[in-house]
């Protein structure tokens, strides 16, 4: 649901962790979202390390390990505060971690540019998805949440890069739309899989925790990413 900035948040999200953990079932999906978002800064750390492998010049090896670098920070972030609240960080992790490395799996590129790709249009639809419920947290995890999906560069640089290589061969615009269309729908796919499979996150988006989504919202939510994913793809030069 979308808020004003200066809009005076109300229920849970006027709240601060203590007080809004006093609630066992908000308290666990709180840590299932934790704990996805820490498997998920995780691999992407591993995978723009594994990517910066195929970079074509030391600039561009050297621009990805930086940014790899940034998603490890944001890692240890995730698992400092499981730890803080008494949750051993890898439990946490091990639920989700089957679904994001069969999304991996799919989506392994096959080059440099399928790789810039993925990371931005993958990544951006995760943050999308993690934003959307960060409004609904309360103030101390809706900070940390936000923290950590600062970007860490990797937009501009894959946007500069991926619209050279369509500049210098107009035909790479088209294989790379449907490799972008294909991420879209295994994206989606997962996400919708590990809500799905947990009932407390899945309590959280349709109501029955504080003042969770309706289903009319988790619609009109997803729409919004949809829409954010076909404003990228503009910006890469690509058609959705």
């Not at 995760?126 to 600062?150: H, I, K, Q």
């Amino acid at each position: 649901m979308e808020t004003p900035d200066n809009a005076t948040p109300t229920g849970i999200a006027a709240e601060d962790w203590a007080t809004a953990s006093a609630e066992p079932q908000y308290r666990a999906a709180v840590i299932d979202l934790l704990g996805a978002l820490a498997y998920g800064e995780l691999a992407a750390f591993e995978r723009l390390a594994e990517d910066a492998k195929l970079a074509p010049t030391l600039a561009d090896k050297a621009e990805l390990a930086k940014m790899a670098s940034a998603e490890f920070h944001h890692f240890e972030q995730l698992r400092d505060r499981l730890a803080a609240v008494d949750v051993e960080p890898t439990t946490a992790m091990e639920p989700f971690a089957k679904a994001l490395d069969d999304f991996h799996r799919l989506t392994a590129p096959s080059d440099w540019l399928e790789g810039l790709v993925k990371a931005y249009v993958g990544d951006s639809i995760a943050s999308d998805f993690y934003r959307e419920v960060a409004a609904r947290l309360d103030s101390d995890t809706r900070g940390l949440v936000l923290s950590v999906l600062d970007d860490t560069g990797h937009g501009n640089f894959a946007v500069e890069k991926v619209r050279a290589a369509i500049d210098a061969d107009p035909r790479v615009g088209g294989r790379l739309a449907l490799w972008a269309r294909r991420l879209m729908g295994e994206a989606l796919s997962q996400a919708q899989r590990v809500v799905a499979e947990r009932d407390a996150l899945s309590t959280m988006l349709v109501g029955g925790v504080a003042d969770g989504f309706d289903l009319a919202e988790v619609g009109r939510m997803f729409s919004r990413i949809t829409e954010a994913h076909t404003k990228r793809m503009a910006a890469l030069g690509l058609a959705a």
